[in-house]
């Protein structure tokens, strides 16, 4: 569902709800591997934030590396990038020589094995299914591609169609064994889809990467999926703008977001189908059939971008007295909610523990109430 920079990186803002502040970034380059001309000014000693971008998984990526020397940084972007690459070829939707489109395929006929890395976000999304007591679903598959949301074109189905493929919704269908690794579809016609939370192992394991190369300061960005290292030449932590998700200003606040956390937003943003004068996103609650609603924008930090991609969207499905009460529950969990208002103004939840870290932006006080729960 997801997630972006110019420092602030507003290529990214197009595509999901966050922007990092203080760096740059470069919409629409090729994938290859050449530092970014946008750096942050040095500071002693020369240190500055140079930007590796690509194009990958659908989206942009950029791999933001404090460095002095940007062509002895190059190979370590290069390897972190590798991930991506990686990942997408395991989990992607679009292809049918993806080891998803492999379970999707084999699933229904028997025990399948797993490709190791698609079984650790197996595991996750079926942990954080259970936690989120099921607004969070890989198996919506068949309603993202009813919807148009995969494969287009977007459309509002009719309820008879919504019906006919709503008795395959739910991950109680799916047996995962753990210990061998192998994925069962308990029901003719399942179909998984992991573009809830691959993007962020893919930023999770990019991250590894860099730390396990010695990289000491790094934020990593996959369509607005974060993982920061470290910090930024010029300040103390990383500061991330969350995009404003009705679009009237770029961003309406800023949190700070610490070495080793992650962090993600959902929302509808450009994501949506609109018809009779209704606006429906593309988060589905798979409870229900149809598209999420009552919140209109989730932004959650966690100590993976796994974890946070994951979560931003079951908080999204939650709505947001549920979603608080969950986020309270999952103290390794931190969040920030927008319910629109009735008067215009919309309400701004921010968790209690970010108080210190979140500052709403000028321009957007008289856009949105900030509460603390």
């Known amino acids: 569902m997801r997630k972006i920079a110019r420092f602030i990186v507003t290529h990214f803002a ?23 001309s946008e750096t942050i000014p040095t500071s002693p000693p020369g240190r500055r934030t140079v930007v590796y971008p690509m194009r990958t998984m659908g ?34 939707n679009w292809t049918t020589t993806s080891e998803v489109a492999r379970l999707n395929r084999g699933g229904g006929s028997g025990a399948t094995p797993v490709h190791p890395e698609v079984a650790v976000v197996l595991d996750e999304a079926i942990r954080v299914w259970r936690e989120s007591d099921g607004a969070q679903d890989i198996t919506v598959e068949p309603l993202v ?7 287009g074109p977007r459309r509002v189905p009719s309820p008879s169609e919504v019906d006919s493929v709503f008795p395959r919704i739910g991950s109680q269908h799916l047996a995962f064994d753990r210990s061998s690794r192998t994925l069962r579809y308990e029901k003719r016609g ?16 990019a991250a590894e990467t860099l730390d396990a190369l010695g990289v000491r300061d790094a934020l990593v960005d996959l369509s607005g999926n974060m993982f920061a290292l470290g910090s930024p030449p010029s300040s103390k932590p990383w500061r991330i703008g969350i995009r404003d998700p009705r679009d009237r200003i770029a961003y309406f606040a800023r949190l ?16 949506f189908v609109a018809a009779d004068g209704e606006t429906y996103g593309h988060i589905m609650d798979p409870r229900t059939g149809r598209p999420a609603a009552g919140l209109i924008s989730v932004t959650v930090i966690a100590p993976s971008a796994m974890a946070a991609d994951a979560w931003d969207t079951g908080l999204f499905v939650l709505g947001a007295d549920a979603a608080k009460r969950k986020a309270l529950a999952h ?32 321009d957007a006080r008289a856009l949105f109430r900030v509460e603390y729960f």
Not at 67 to 73: C, G, I, N
Not at 75 to 90: E, G, I, W, Y
Not at 145 to 151: A, H, P, V
């Open 14 to 36: 197009a595509l999901i709800g966050l922007f990092a502040i203080g760096g740059a970034g470069i919409p629409g380059v090729s994938t290859q591997l050449k530092p970014s």
């Open 59 to 92: 989206t942009y990526a950029n791999v933001n590396l404090v460095t002095a020397d940007s062509a002895a940084s190059a190979p370590n972007a290069q390897r972190a990038h590798a991930n991506f690459a990686r990942v997408d070829s395991l989990m992607s």
């Open 145 to 151: 591609r009813l919807w148009g949301f995969l494969g």
């Open 190 to 205: 399942v179909q998984i889809d992991l573009g809830g939370i691959a993007k962020g192992h893919a930023v999770d394991a």
């Open 256 to 271: 700070q977001l610490f070495s080793r956390q992650a962090i993600a937003t959902s929302g509808k943003y450009e994501q």
């Open 331 to 362: 103290p390794e969990l931190e969040v920030v909610l927008v319910e629109p208002g009735r008067d215009g103004i919309d309400t701004v939840w921010v968790e209690r523990s970010l108080e210190d870290r979140f500052s709403l932006e000028a």
